[in-house]
């Protein structure tokens, strides 16, 4: 597994992802208010999905860990949205 | 082998255990989310309609908070490296208060709801229907396992203060201010979903 132990993430990185996070958050939270039925919900999520992707990319390091971290972390999302997708088709469906 | 090896490999199962704890933590919120999307499906007036009795406001006052406080210990693991331990500090200064000023906007929500009478197993709940239950019942619960994260959280980052404070946690060892920082970032992970699932459905 590649050691990146020496990697130091410059502060401006740090504020220009956290800048771009609350900017994230105010557009999701205009987005809102335009009636938009289902696609509410969906550019809602997706939005926070970005955001999630800021979080363990840069925040969490993931960046610079080795292979094993991004596996897991894509593993448990996966699985997770898999469980819900099915467990959504089953109620659409029965 | 010799220390400074030693210290890596040692800084690498830590981090190994922290992040197999947060696949835990981030299937413990799963399962919550699956429980919520499945009777959102079944009670979609209800939950529109209860989450309008939420503040968006301070929603999103709260989310920025937790983001900026995600960002300030970020930094400070920059500061130890940088070794530039006062900065450290301050930074972790900045996020514990941060993360403090975010239950206290908590309490004031949940005073504010508890003081209409609306709480899980209160009469005036009971008398608003199956879906408000279920909307109120998921958000205290949430919400609040989201809270007990951060009290935690909290904790952590004091003990990781008074450890670099001591010099415990140095610019050749600060595992444990990596841990905690992953930590805290999860709690701000999860509320990036509880805050467009509970405050943004309208």
């Known amino acids: 597994m590649e050691n990146n132990k020496d990697h130091i993430i410059p502060y401006q990185t740090l504020i220009l992802v956290v800048t771009g996070l609350i900017v994230l958050t105010l557009i999701s939270v205009s987005v809102t208010t335009i009636h938009l039925g289902a696609l509410t919900v969906f550019i809602a999520l997706l939005i926070a999905a970005v955001k999630s992707s800021f979080v363990l990319w840069i925040f969490m390091h993931l960046k610079f860990e080795g292979r094993l971290f991004r596996l897991g972390v894509t593993g448990v999302i996966l699985l997770i949205t898999s469980v819900i997708i099915i467990t959504m088709l089953d109620y659409l469906f029965r | ?202």
Not at chain 2, 14 to 33: Q, R, V
Not at chain 2, 106 to 127: A, M, N, T, V
């Open chain 2, 1 to 202: 082998m010799n220390n400074t090896q030693e210290i890596e490999q040692e800084a690498l199962t830590s981090k190994t255990g922290m992040w197999l704890f947060l696949f835990t933590e981030l299937l413990l919120f799963g399962g919550l989310f699956i429980v919520y999307s499945v009777y959102r499906y079944q009670n979609s007036e209800a939950f529109h309609l209860a989450a309008n009795e939420l503040s968006v406001f301070i929603g999103t006052f709260n989310t920025i908070i937790l983001l900026i406080s995600s960002s300030t210990i970020a930094m400070s693991i920059t500061a130890i490296q940088k070794k530039n331990k006062r900065l450290a500090l301050l930074l972790l200064g900045a996020t514990f208060l941060l993360g403090f000023i975010f239950l206290v906007n908590k309490y004031f929500e949940w005073g504010h709801h508890i003081k209409e009478h609306i709480y899980p197993g209160s009469y005036d709940l009971s008398l608003r229907g199956h879906g408000d239950i279920l909307f109120y019942g998921l958000y205290y619960f949430m919400t609040g396992v989201h809270a007990l994260h951060i009290i935690v959280g909290l904790g952590f980052i004091g003990i990781v203060t008074v450890r670099i404070s001591k010099d415990k946690i140095h610019s050749g060892k600060f595992v444990l201010l990596e841990n905690c920082g992953l930590y805290w970032h999860l709690v701000d992970l999860i509320w990036i979903f509880l805050f467009p699932l509970f405050y943004l459905i309208t």
